[in-house]
């Protein structure tokens, strides 16, 4: 097979760049690297039934992270095949980085933005960087991810990343013009601001309010909100207060229409925001935005839940003794430092954090620094919790555990009304 000049489409992407400045014209320009990548954006619908095809537009600086994302994720494949997917095409250099925005998905719950870096040789720390994004002149918060699927170990010229923000609040659909600003955070500090403008309109949300409820072994969720947009599906879900039960997850989630076209938890991205130990949980799924339905169905595997005032395991980090855990738990829990670590069985790795949040003895939050987790067939589910440091008793409130009240539960909203 014939390989893809890297170096020469580089090249040729700055040296347009340079073009553009001399002609100090706004205007897009597609040149080199970028005509390319429009010729492969027609095929990127066919990645899941051409492997080759898909092997080969992933070679291609702008294309990559696309290509991955049509993979993994139905609702982006969707988006690009109702021609919703923006391209942008924005080149700046400085200093010694040339980034370039490739385009985005932006919608009134949500941005997507893919874009590149480049540079003259090979370095190793570029990811080293932060992003803010705005609308006029309001940042855009909330939930926030960003960065690269390239490998940080290997030094890399070119490198594709991918930022995505998910908002509780819809932005303003009519105002098309945003701001994206990288801080490099290596060497010589370097704050860069791009512009740019949407010609598309901004698609607003499809809302239903269903308010509708669940019931197992006496305890109660209520469905009290679907969101569809093109980037994603929200599913808003509320126990109810008076519960005897602490809901600690729904497993396997997932939206249906009726005509059986069906959409599970975006794979490789946030998935969700918000706790039942707060009063409410957010499930993003993969979007079916563009496809209309007289019903929607709501599916869950499991409901996971356990009994309250026994869902916490309680530590001591100055004696690094377990003070307490619930009967119905079968893990072993040690405390070394301020971490602590547990093992338990294959059934409770579902890749999450199984002791978040924490609590110190005077009822405030104990931080924590991240995680780390593996599973092994032979020694099961091994997972560390990295708290800051701190000398005293806390609780560590179990937010998953392979304990299902209910399974295979079906909920139908029906949208004719």
């Not at 590149?116 to 190793?124: M, V």
């Not at 998953?400 to 209910?406: G, L, R, S, V």
Request: glycine share 6%.
């Amino acid at each position: 097979m014939m390989d893809i000049p890297k170096d020469k489409l580089r090249q040729g992407r700055i040296e347009a760049f340079t073009k553009l400045k001399k002609e100090r014209r706004r205007k897009k320009q597609w040149q080199g690297i970028t005509a390319v990548a429009i010729l492969f954006l027609s095929f990127l619908l066919t990645v899941r039934v051409s492997p080759t095809i898909a092997s080969y537009a992933a070679k291609i600086p702008g294309l990559s992270v696309i290509v991955e994302l049509v993979q993994e994720n139905e609702g982006i494949k969707d988006a690009i095949a109702n021609e919703y997917y923006e391209e942008l095409g924005i080149l700046v250099q400085d200093k010694d980085v040339t980034i370039t925005l490739q385009g985005a998905i932006i919608d009134e719950y949500g941005v997507m933005l893919m874009y590149d870096f480049d540079y003259p040789t090979k370095k190793s720390n570029h990811h080293n960087y932060t992003v803010n994004i705005y609308q006029g002149d309001q940042q855009l918060k909330n939930s926030m991810s960003y960065g690269t699927k390239d490998s940080l170990d290997e030094p890399v010229a070119h490198s594709g990343h991918i930022l995505e923000l998910t908002l509780d609040q819809p932005l303003d659909t009519k105002n098309p013009n945003f701001r994206v600003e990288f801080e490099m955070r290596d060497g010589d500090k370097q704050t860069i601001s791009i512009p740019f403008s949407l010609e598309k309109p901004i698609a607003k949300a499809k809302v239903v309010e269903p308010n509708t409820s669940i019931t197992a072994q006496g305890q109660s969720l209520t469905i009290s909100k679907i969101i569809r947009t093109p980037l994603r599906i929200h599913i808003e879900v509320k126990p109810d207060p008076s519960n005897t039960m602490q809901i600690v997850a729904l497993d396997d989630i997932s939206l249906e229409l009726k005509n059986g076209s069906k959409r599970e938890l975006i794979r490789n991205g946030l998935v969700g925001s918000g706790s039942f130990r707060e009063g409410q949980s957010t499930f993003y799924l993969q979007s079916n935005y563009f496809y209309d339905s007289d019903e929607l169905i709501v599916r869950i595997g499991k409901i996971q839940a356990i009994p309250k005032g026994e869902d916490y395991i309680e530590v001591d980090f100055k004696t690094k003794e377990v003070l307490y855990k619930p009967d119905f738990i079968d893990w072993d829990i040690k405390v070394v430092g301020n971490d602590v670590y547990v093992n338990a069985p294959v059934k409770d790795d579902h890749g999450r954090q199984p002791l978040y949040p924490a609590e110190k003895e005077d009822g405030t939050t104990l931080e924590t620094e991240g995680c780390s987790y593996f599973t092994s067939a032979h020694e099961g589910f091994n997972y560390r919790e990295y708290y800051v440091p701190y000398n005293g008793r806390a609780k560590l409130w179990i937010s998953y555990i392979d304990n299902p009240i209910a399974k295979d539960v079906e909920i139908k909203i029906d949208l004719t009304d």
